[in-house]
């Protein structure tokens, strides 16, 4: 029996409302100040209605902020680190759950360990990484020495340099990112929870175990694969530090840091409505990303059933 309690009811409903009022009237003026002149938008108290220049000043941002091509950056480098960081992590966790070998558990407690290292540990080794991803080849070439062996040949002294710069490039600002302890995590605490009969049955049928895992675990996953792409999708699309590190042409640069060098700074023109429409623009796709798949995000999080 559901008991009615009025004022609790009204209760909760004004916590809700006040809730989505106070999430909300942020971004109502965002869309305010991106539909006024620099004039208007620079007026103490913001006016309160939004004005007639929304959609003027939202293609001068577009324009400014080159986000033609920011746009197709920021798409490629958001999809690229979500395919990697759910491929990867499948294929770990499903090595870590399904397959006995030694130091398994050790590998375990070493990804796990990984999520402890806070980002800034990371920056430098990374960027040295990317700058010179040959960088272990090199080390191997200069610890055997393999210009010597080339001496008694031509009986000159050979150095040998190696570079592969991902400065600037899709494979620099995604393959850093690629990997996700988390996502390992989680896929492998849902595996654990697929009863062992399944397995059994599919050796039995004699299935290989790349088999198991695409007839299998992965329809059962399909859920949590979708709830953790969006949140990953998110993540990439929302990228500032490593972009910031790893680009320094503007042609590769991603629409985080487009919008930033719109943002007025002391030496520019107070356009603080161009910056807003930035902003409405740079939030939609994972907008429209959240609310196309909001039912698997739901059910990949909350669904007892698996």
Known sequence: MVERAP????????????????????????IVAGSLTIADVQKVPLPWLPG????????????????TRLFLNSAIVAVGITVGKVAISILSAFAITYFRFR?????????????????????????????????????????LDVGAWLSPLTGKRYEIAIEWN?????????????????????????????????????????????RFLRSIVLPLSVSNIVALSIILFLYGWNQYLWPLLFTTDKDMATVVIGLKHLVPRADME????IAMNAALLAMLPPVIVVIALQRWFVKGLVDSSK
């Open 7 to 30: 004022t609790l009811d009204f209760i909760c409903h004004a916590i809700l409302v006040l809730g989505a009022a106070l999430i909300c009237l942020p971004l109502y003026f965002a």
């Open 52 to 67: 007639d220049q929304y959609w003027a000043n939202l293609e001068a941002a577009w324009a400014k902020g080159n986000f």
């Open 103 to 143: 130091f398994r558990m050790t590998a375990f407690w070493l990804i796990f360990t990984s999520l402890m290292l806070p980002v800034e540990v990371r920056i430098v080794p990374t960027f040295e990484a990317v700058s010179n991803a040959a960088l272990p080849l090199q080390w191997l070439i200069d610890a």
């Open 166 to 210: 991902m400065i600037n490039t899709y494979g620099g600002l995604i393959l850093p990112l690629i990997a996700s302890a988390t996502a390992t995590f989680l896929f492998r605490q849902f595996f654990l929870t697929i009863p062992e009969e399944l397995c059994e049955a599919a050796r039995l049928d004699g299935a290989s175990p790349l």
């Open 270 to 273: 107070p356009a603080w409505n």
